[in-house]
């Protein structure tokens, strides 16, 4: 089994899974159905994605987790945008979701490429 857990994109996704948990405490109980419960799935999607690709026997399924990964943090970006138009929250916290998404992007978009780079070899 793959030590999915010392993964630096692993623990940042983690990370902002707890942010945007904290930054949704607040948003109005009529949302708890609806917007608030979508965020949620996006984001533990992230990290889940991440570790389930890393449980799978070849190269191929484990890429193909990690874009799934990828698409939920495109999900959940585009929920944060929805929220904050709505004024669901102020702007310095969805700036601080916003930077931390765009980080975790990156490290994702790494992390893949090597995958595919290894899955070449």
């Known amino acids: 089994m793959s030590n999915y857990k010392t993964l630096e994109v692993w623990k940042n996704s983690m990370q902002l899974v707890k942010n945007v948990y904290s930054a949704i405490k607040e948003f109005p109980k009529d949302e708890l159905y609806g917007l608030t419960a979508q965020i949620k799935r996006a984001a533990v999607s992230i990290p889940a994605n991440i570790a389930e690709g890393l449980g799978r026997q070849t190269k191929k399924d ?3 987790f990690l874009h799934i990964s990828r698409g939920s943090l495109y999900e959940l970006d585009t929920l944060l945008n929805i ?3 709505n004024g669901l929250f102020p ?4 700036l601080e979701l916003n930077s931390q998404i765009v980080k975790t992007l990156q490290i994702l978009n790494g992390f893949i490429n090597y995958n595919q780079k290894a899955e070449l070899k």
């Open 62 to 64: 484990t890429i193909h």
């Open 83 to 85: 929220a904050f138009l």
């Open 91 to 94: 702007e310095p916290k969805y």
